[in-house]
Nanobody
Framework: QVQLVESGGGLVQAGGSLRLSCQAS????????MGWYRQAPGEQRELVAT???????NYTDSAKGRFAISRDNAQNTIYLQMNSLKPEDTAVYYC???????????????WGQGTQVTVSS
């Protein structure tokens, strides 16, 4: 059994900052790529940023220069530091992770439950 739990969402004024966290737990053998996605009301879920086990990162254009993804492999945790937030960043933010779990041995993508980020103008 593997779980991803996000935290750190909330309400912030435009120009402000938030830091999201996502911790994986359970029967984890290894975590490969991890990432953050978001879904605004009436929109499809979209990529925000990804990070490999070795720390290589990738960002969507709207996140470049404002958001920073990082991970702590010892804690099975990823973070998303979001600065200069805009009202259009308002969405539910989800983390995901490509995890090889044991008991039984299965590798697949897991998703967290999401955390709401609301940016007021």
């Amino acid at each position: 059994q593997v779980q991803l739990v996000e935290s750190g969402g909330g309400l912030v004024q435009a120009g402000g900052s938030l830091r999201l966290s996502c911790q994986a737990s359970g029967t984890i053998y290894r975590i490969y790529d991890m990432g953050w996605y978001r879904q605004a009301p009436g929109e499809q879920r979209e990529l925000v940023a990804t990070i490999t086990f070795g720390g290589s990162t990738n960002y969507t254009d709207s996140a470049k220069g404002r958001f920073a993804i990082s991970r702590d492999n010892a804690q099975n945790t990823i973070y998303l530091q979001m600065n200069s937030l805009k009202p259009e960043d308002t969405a539910v933010y989800y983390c995901n992770a490509d995890i090889l779990s044991h008991t039984p041995w299965i590798q697949r993508l897991y998703w967290g439950q999401g955390t709401q980020v609301t940016v007021s103008s």
